[in-house]
């Protein structure tokens, strides 16, 4: 089983529009490799992991971790302290895909779907 490259992984995505300050580089995804061979590897890993539906989870589990440490930690403090700085980044954010959110599964719907059925 091969996973396909998506976002953010895959570097055909096309970087998001800025109009960041002429002072500040606009930051390009395609120009961090170090970040790219990151994301290679935990790609490679998952598709070692293809069969293992519990090591699978383990794996979304400790992404989910670290995006959490991501976000409450360095993008938190880096937030701009200025409204309109904050403004420029939130229109950044919503004209490039939004919030990058890793949804959980709602274990309950799957558990309603696999109970057996009543009438039967």
Same mark, same amino acid.
């Given at each position: 089983?091969?996973?396909?490259?998506?976002?953010?992984?895959?570097?055909?995505?096309?970087?998001?529009?800025?109009? /960041?300050?002429?002072? $500040?580089?606009?930051?390009?995804?395609? /120009?961090?490799?170090?970040?790219?061979?990151?994301?290679?590897?935990?790609?490679?890993? /998952? $598709?070692?992991?293809?069969?293992?539906? $519990? /090591?699978?989870?383990?794996?979304?589990?400790?992404?989910?971790?670290?995006?959490?440490?991501?976000? #409450?930690?360095?993008?938190?403090?880096?937030?701009?302290?200025?409204?309109?700085?904050?403004?420029?980044?939130?229109?950044?954010?919503?004209?490039?895909?939004?919030?990058?959110?890793?949804?959980?599964?709602?274990?309950?719907?799957?558990?309603?779907?696999?109970?057996? #059925?009543?009438?039967?």
């Amino acid at each position: 089983m091969s996973l396909s490259r998506t976002h953010p992984i895959d570097e055909s995505t096309p970087s998001p529009p800025t109009s /960041a300050p002429a002072t $500040e580089p606009a930051f390009d995804p395609a /120009a961090d490799p170090e970040l790219q061979r990151a994301l290679d590897t935990l790609l490679r890993i /998952a $598709e070692q992991r293809a069969e293992q539906p $519990e /090591a699978l989870l383990d794996l979304l589990r400790r992404i989910e971790h670290l995006h959490r440490s991501i976000q #409450d930690g360095p993008f938190r403090s880096s937030l701009p302290s200025d409204r309109n700085g904050l403004f420029t980044l939130l229109s950044e954010m919503e004209g490039s895909g939004g919030w990058p959110y890793i949804p959980r599964l709602q274990l309950r719907t799957f558990m309603d779907l696999l109970a057996p #059925d009543p009438e039967t």
